[in-house]
Structures are given as C-alpha cells and as structure tokens.
C-alpha cells in the first residue's frame, strides 16, 4: 500500500511546502491539497509544484460545480505540466452546503454531471476538438442557446499526458459504481475494512463490470486517521467530534450521506441520535453517542501491533492507498508517524 496525507486547509503555503518536501523524503506518496471553502487548491499545488520532484499532488476535491468541464480539463493539464507529469484530479461533488450556501449554484444530478464532466476531460487532453452533446453540458454551445458563433475547439497546448489520473470521491451505491466504471481512483471517506464489502461491494462489482481495461485496476484510497505507539489508545476520542459534525451536521434528515454511511455500517440507531442531537445544538453530546467500535474501525490507531493486524484489513478489503489524517503536534511529528507506517507496511 501507498501513503498518502490530505494537507491543512487553513494552512499557509511557505510551511506547508516545507512540510511536503519532509514528507517526501519520508517516502511518502502523494499529497492531497483540499479545497472546501478556503484558498483555492490550484495555488497551492502550483507552489507545491516548483518544490518538490517525486511525490504526487492530487486536488482534494475539485468540486465538480465550480468550473466548467473545459476549465477543470486545462487547470489538470497545466498542474500536469508544471509537476512533470505528477498531477492527480481528484473530483467530487462535495454538498449542498458548500455549493449551493458558498458559491450559490445549484446542487443537482451529480452522478450525470460527474460522468459527462470526465468524458470531456478526456477529449481535452486527446487534444480532440471538443464536441459534447450531453444531458448536462452542450459543446458548443447549441445555436439556440447561444449566438450561434461557437464553434469546436482544441487545447492549444500538447499535455504531458493524454490520460491524466482521476480519483473520485463518491459513497453512494450509484456513485460508487460509476467511479468504479469510469475513474482511476475511488476516495471513499470514512473506509471500514470490515464492512467494505456488504456497504460497496455490489456497486463495485456492477461498475468494474463496465471499465474500460485501458484504465488499469482500480486505485482505492482509504483516509485513517493515524496515531501510532503505546499510549495512542487516548487519541481515539479526538475522532469523534469530526465523525459527530459528518453524521449528525452535514445535512437535514434525510438528507445526510455521511449519516447515510453509518446507517449502512450498522449504525442505524447511533446515526439517529447523533443527528438529532447535533442539529438540536447538542455538540457535545451528539461526540459523545459516537461509537467507539466505529472509531476504531475506520482508524489506524494504537500499538504498533495492532496498527499492523489493521493494516492488513484495509489490505484485504482492498486499499491500496492510505491517505492518512495523522495525530501529531508538529511537522516533526506528523514525518515520524509517516516513517513509522511506512515501516510497519514493509
């Protein structure tokens, strides 16, 4: 398995580069710079970029709503180039909380939109024409919603690469099985080896079933959180607050994926409560019905020993990428954890 790490959001770009480039001789893999609601992601992995020269950048995510399918297939093709060819799309369609409360554009069918955002990206990078007659996105633009003036288009620059890697973020059955038909990389949020195959494993199955062979075996990038050592057991706690925000106060009733997830994992009446609590204001108690077999599930948390019966799981169930959140005071500390779970993997 590879390592990876999904950078600060609030972090500054003079520390953050300085951190990477330890990491990268740490040996880890690939770095995942997020964008949610804060500096753009496409700034920093540009500045990433010109100070590194192994390790991989991933967007994480790219919000599929933000920009055009053109836009996000030349922003890839540009970070591509100016990393030699280390660039990954990570893309997603983030919530409605985001999309709709920050950048005011409609949430809607994100399983069509991401399907046809892909097709176009492809063409790009073939340096094709563009011509797109989809549901969602028309290139050219059709006379009658237009001018009438557009006309078929090609990148004006070569790419380093005609097929630039692309990690989906999705956990929806149909998400699911469109990432595993059509991407390189599926990013499942909150991964629990045990119950990988029950919640994922048909959806899985139907869109492998449908992959293209020239896109390889499907990358799967599992996000533990990382705490490694003797006395790493009091780090479990800290994994609840995030897991309480996500299940109970990521979206209304009914209207919650995360809440959806654990429901999926067996969680049915915990996600319940944590919900009605989180979104009555309950912030401490919503944490605290969080349940503790679950935190340990999802994470990589404990004494080397049992970290490396859990890697294993995450193993057999299919990971082959660890994009790990690890519990450290510092730089100096998140390196060590890193050093440390690339020696455990072996």
Known sequence: MRIGMQLNYSGGFEETVEEVGALERA????????????????????????????????SGIFQIYTRTPSLLAMTAAGLDYV???????????????????????????????TREIVDICRQVWR???VQFDGKYYQIPLPADKGTGLGKPLKLINHPVRESIPIVIASLGPKNVALTAEIAQGWEPIFFHPEKAESVWGDSL????????????ELDVYASPTVAIGDDADQFLPWIKPQLALYIGGMGAKGKNFYNDLAVRYGYEAEAEKIQDLYLAGKKEEATAAVPDELV?????????????????????????TLNIHPIA??????????ELLKSLIG
């Open 27 to 58: 040996g880890m893999d690939i770095a995942f710079v997020p964008e949610a609601y804060s500096f753009d992601a496409v700034s920093q992995i540009g500045f990433l970029a010109a100070k590194t020269s192994t390790i991989e950048l991933a």
């Open 83 to 113: 990393s030699g060819g280390r660039f990954v799309m990570g893309i997603g369609a983030s919530g409605p909380q985001v999309i709709e409360g920050f950048h005011g554009v409609k949430y809607d069918a994100p399983l069509g939109r």
């Open 127 to 129: 340096r094709e024409k």
């Open 205 to 216: 199955a139907e869109g492998k079933a449908k992959r293209d062979p020239a896109l390889g």
């Open 296 to 320: 340990r599930s999802i994470s990589l948390i404990g004494t080397e020993s049992f970290v490396k019966e859990r890697l294993a799981a995450f193993e057999a169930a299919g990971a082959t």
């Open 329 to 338: 005071s510092d730089s100096a500390g998140r390196v060590k954890q890193v």
